[in-house]
């Protein structure tokens, strides 16, 4: 079951964020980044990778844009439409992954039910309310400087997360309507649970002062809050 569980994950997370870093125009390359402080930048990372923000990606893309064209890397980070795009589909495609878990004879009956438990979790996901919180001092090594930044996200905090909660009941032996219900009941829970702190620290650097403050593997930091759902 644990295999199952984490399998379950793995897909519902490449559907999520496939679609989450795009090509865009290219910008000028003579473009210079906007001075942020790395508390400033956190934020933008949050908005735009854990509540997909229009504004921040768009800030985002714009303050990353001069270092990345520097870099030889697309102009834009990330894409927006690419994550709508990806949220839209995802109640669907991770609504059969839940369905999937089910006798064959009933998985159409309760794929409604499975839709509406996954565009629950992808908007508790969505809806977390997080703010970088502080900065520790900047350190420098071999001329790369790192600033650590803390944050929390205050999450919906569920009896028992989406994954495990859908596959006992699949191995429950529930008919058709007791699984319908069961899995409405599991949906329930993303919209009626209070919630619950999350904090962590996420990684900004720079090689020099002019440079943008980047973590180029920002979304291993955030990819942490499905484990609260």
């Given at each position: 079951m644990h295999q199952t569980q984490e399998?379950?994950?793995?897909?519902?997370?490449?559907?999520?964020?496939?679609?989450?870093?795009?090509?865009?125009q290219p910008a000028i390359a003579t473009e210079t980044a906007v001075e942020l402080a790395p508390v400033d930048v956190a934020n933008l990372y949050i908005k735009t990778i854990i509540n997909q923000d229009e504004a921040?990606?768009?800030?985002?893309?714009?303050?990353?844009?001069?270092?990345?064209?520097?870099?030889h890397q697309s102009a834009?980070?990330?894409?927006?439409?690419?994550?709508?795009?990806?949220?839209?589909?995802?109640?669907?495609?991770?609504?059969?992954?839940?369905a999937d878990l089910f006798p064959a004879a009933m998985q159409a009956a309760v794929k409604p039910a499975a839709e509406l438990l996954a565009a629950n979790v992808i908007a508790a996901k969505n809806?977390?309310?997080?703010?970088?919180?502080?900065?520790?001092?900047?350190?420098?090594?071999?001329?790369?400087?790192?600033?650590?930044?803390?944050?929390?996200?205050?999450?919906?905090?569920?009896?028992?997360?989406?994954?495990?909660?859908a596959q006992q009941l699949a191995k429950s032996g529930c008919k058709v309507e007791q699984?319908?219900?069961?899995?409405?009941?599991?949906?329930?829970?993303?919209?009626?649970?209070?919630?619950q702190t999350w904090r962590a620290v996420f990684p900004v650097s720079r090689e020099k002062n002019s440079e943008a403050w980047r973590n180029d593997f920002a979304r291993e930091t955030f990819d942490e809050i499905w484990e609260y759902l």
């Open positions: 399998t379950s994950r793995t897909s519902l997370l490449a559907a999520t964020f496939a679609a989450a870093v795009a090509l865009a921040s990606v768009a800030k985002l893309n714009a303050y990353l844009r001069p270092t990345r064209l520097a870099g834009e980070y990330a894409s927006y439409s690419g994550l709508k795009e990806a949220d839209a589909k995802f109640p669907t495609e991770t609504g059969k992954l839940i809806g977390a309310v997080c703010q970088a919180t502080k900065a520790d001092p900047v350190t420098v090594e071999n001329g790369m400087q790192t600033a650590a930044v803390s944050f929390e996200c205050q999450v919906v905090k569920v009896p028992v997360a989406w994954a495990a909660a699984c319908t219900a069961g899995l409405k009941k599991i949906a329930a829970t993303y919209t009626s649970s209070p919630k």
